[in-house]
């Protein structure tokens, strides 16, 4: 039996990038069975202290801009160029910010092998016209190749350092044998990953959980204590799947309660992360959120409230939004005026 | 259809039976077509100040030594013996610390009404001679009464302040209508009560999260951080669900990853508590856990590693220990010496 081995390709540098860049570079040099040696890495090029990005990094083999405290393994190579760094990958693992995915994926269009196919770890959902679409199925479309998804409580600089975490493959009906592709890819003793045949449910828990910690960060500043916290979690994890079991297909409701993905990444962003953060400054300063948009994020845009925006747009199209109190709730409050305190009364 | 007003008595009145007193004392007095208005709670003698502390509890509507800054319904009444409070309830409260929960219950066989029932709120398990019993089965075979349980994220003070809080119910099989009474008694809107009917997994939660809350505490002590302690937390989850399935009778899996009793209490665990206190302590100053107790908990017993040892040596009497790698781990790291830079060895 013939096995071809995989050449990857990471479309991305970024801190998350870089750290998953780190552990795909271990393991196609230790798993020579089922994957070429070299790993591409797309960079954007940039001038750090008067050097090239790709520079520093295939001489010193560390992303001093965004990873600056991990060393990369020296078979991750820098490319400037998207095209260059995929044109011979069978396997693409997307891990840019949102807003450049639709540019590269037109680059790529006719760079890439006919037969590669696709992961991402985009965080988020695109909106356009109060329809909702998971990056797994825009980098799909847009490439005509097929892309599973991984995402779960994984904090970057944690993965990036080797502390414990476990991640979720989220893999399309038919494709198990590839998504083992991934999980070897990825899989060490300190980075578990798991897998289940749910693309949109795995997509789907990171972008919602984002809403979940803006309204547990609004408990913090409330300073209602734990149990209140606990509840919001709770409840927040019932609409998140709800919403994701009622508009996408093929979604698995255990995705939410079992997986990395779900549960574990919901704990890790609502205990931890800058939803969670701005959410108890909101509280606690009232001021509005694009003034601490530019006060604590450098003018970012949060993705939680974004999302909280998004989802209740979504909903209101359909004449929904009375069926997700907590969603409606945390929306009204980070932009309708609605008093933190009457978080809990239409739940 | 004649209805019958239920007689409610709280058999126990610490830190968690007085925050429930006042709030079944605040339902009672407002369903009055569900229940007679006056509450007895059981109190147990003792001199406070120089004065009884059923009189003070009587007079000034304080229970000054257990839940000092909460103010008592005044139907509320307290009754210094367990068979005067019991004896013509039809609704017991069973909330005493768990040493008493026998002998209260001898002396309780032949004062109660033959039709009452039962709910505890009692956490922890019963182990005798490698077998686990819930405490609802333990009240339920003492009394010849049915009994419920009730579970969830609930810190006593925080639920005592009218912070937003959650509960579950779980309830026997065909029981549902007398649910619906437990419903009604406990819940407000600040105290929201659900229910299932699952008595063993409900009860069953309560105990088996104070061990993954040590695993939790292991990690702070470690400074993992949130990736890996999400990480413990969902193994930790899933142990406790298969755990139960496959030794109790009637458990839903649900219980575990979707009620209050489950997954939320579960995080405020694993947040806050003694019983991460004391593992992340023990991590840091490699002290024995009889030294801690000693030290930080007046030598109570903590319940987490007490049940860590239960459930293993539980396991251990029938060849099942390494199916529970997590549980197994925690108790080897918190009794037999085990390295706890191994939490994640064998998981």
Same mark, same amino acid.
């Given at each position: 039996?013939?096995?071809?081995?995989?050449?990857?390709?990471?479309i991305?540098?970024?801190?998350?990038?870089?750290?998953?860049?780190?552990?795909?570079?271990?393991?196609?040099?230790?798993?020579?069975?089922?994957?070429?040696?070299?790993?591409?890495?797309?960079?954007?090029?940039?001038?750090?202290?008067?050097?090239?990005?790709?520079?520093?990094?295939?001489?010193?083999?560390?992303?001093?801009?965004?990873?600056?405290?991990?060393?990369?393994?020296?078979?991750?190579?820098?490319?400037?160029?998207a095209?260059?760094?995929?044109?011979?990958?069978?396997?693409l693992?997307f891990?840019l910010?949102?807003?450049f995915i639709l540019n590269v994926c037109k680059s790529l269009r006719n760079a890439i092998?006919?037969?590669a196919?696709a992961?991402s770890?985009i965080?988020?959902?695109e909106?356009?016209?109060?329809?909702?679409s998971?990056y797994a199925d825009v980098i799909q479309d847009a490439l005509g190749i097929p892309c599973?998804?991984?995402?779960?409580?994984?904090?970057?600089?944690?993965?990036?350092?080797?502390?414990?975490?476990?991640?979720?493959?989220?893999?399309?009906?038919?494709?198990?044998?590839?998504?083992?592709?991934?999980?070897?890819?990825?899989?060490?003793?300190? $980075?578990? !990953?798991?897998?289940? +045949?749910?693309?949109? %449910?795995?997509? /789907?828990? &990171?972008?919602?959980?984002?809403?979940?910690?803006?309204?547990?960060?609004?408990?913090?500043?409330?300073?209602?204590?734990?149990?209140?916290?606990?509840?919001?979690?709770?409840?927040?994890?019932?609409?998140?799947?709800?919403?994701?079991?009622?508009?996408?297909?093929?979604?698995?409701?255990?995705?939410?309660?079992?997986?990395?993905?779900?549960?574990?990444?919901?704990?890790?962003?609502?205990?931890?992360?800058?939803?969670?953060?701005?959410?108890?400054?909101?509280?606690?300063?009232?001021?509005? $959120?694009? !003034?601490?948009?530019? +006060?604590?994020?450098? %003018?970012?845009? /949060?993705? &939680?409230?974004?999302?909280?925006?998004?989802?209740?747009?979504?909903?209101?199209?359909?004449?929904?939004?009375?069926?997700?109190?907590?969603?409606?709730?945390?929306?009204?409050?980070?932009?309708?005026?609605?008093?933190?305190?009457?978080?809990?009364?239409?739940?």
């Amino acid at each position: 039996m013939g096995v071809h081995k995989q050449r990857v390709a990471i479309i991305g540098s970024g801190n998350w990038g870089s750290a998953i860049a780190k552990i795909a570079g271990y393991n196609c040099a230790r798993h020579t069975e089922l994957f070429e040696t070299r790993v591409n890495m797309y960079v954007y090029e940039e001038m750090v202290d008067g050097r090239k990005l790709t520079d520093i990094i295939n001489t010193e083999h560390v992303n001093t801009k965004y990873l600056p405290h991990a060393r990369l393994p020296e078979n991750v190579v820098a490319v400037p160029s998207a095209e260059e760094a995929a044109c011979d990958a069978t396997l693409l693992v997307f891990v840019l910010p949102h807003q450049f995915i639709l540019n590269v994926c037109k680059s790529l269009r006719n760079a890439i092998a006919p037969d590669a196919h696709a992961i991402s770890m985009i965080k988020g959902v695109e909106v356009a016209e109060h329809e909702i679409s998971i990056y797994a199925d825009v980098i799909q479309d847009a490439l005509g190749i097929p892309c599973a998804a991984l995402s779960g409580a994984n904090i970057a600089n944690e993965v990036a350092s080797g502390l414990f975490s476990e991640t979720t493959v989220g893999y399309r009906p038919h494709q198990r044998r590839l998504a083992e592709y991934y999980v070897r890819l990825f899989d060490t003793p300190q $980075f578990r !990953v798991g897998m289940i +045949e749910d693309v949109a %449910g795995v997509s /789907l828990c &990171g972008a919602l959980k984002n809403i979940v910690a803006v309204g547990a960060g609004f408990v913090d500043g409330l300073g209602w204590g734990g149990n209140a916290k606990a509840a919001i979690m709770r409840i927040g994890l019932m609409e998140m799947r709800r919403f994701s079991l009622e508009f996408f297909d093929n979604v698995k409701p255990e995705t939410f309660t079992e997986t990395s993905a779900g549960v574990a990444d919901l704990i890790t962003t609502c205990y931890g992360g800058r939803n969670r953060k701005c959410a108890e400054a909101f509280v606690k300063t009232r001021k509005p $959120f694009n !003034v601490l948009e530019a +006060e604590l994020l450098n %003018g970012q845009k /949060l993705q &939680g409230t974004e999302t909280a925006k998004d989802v209740y747009e979504f909903l209101e199209a359909r004449g929904k939004v009375d069926e997700y109190p907590l969603f409606k709730t945390i929306y009204e409050i980070s932009f309708k005026g609605l008093d933190p305190e009457k978080l809990t009364e239409n739940l």
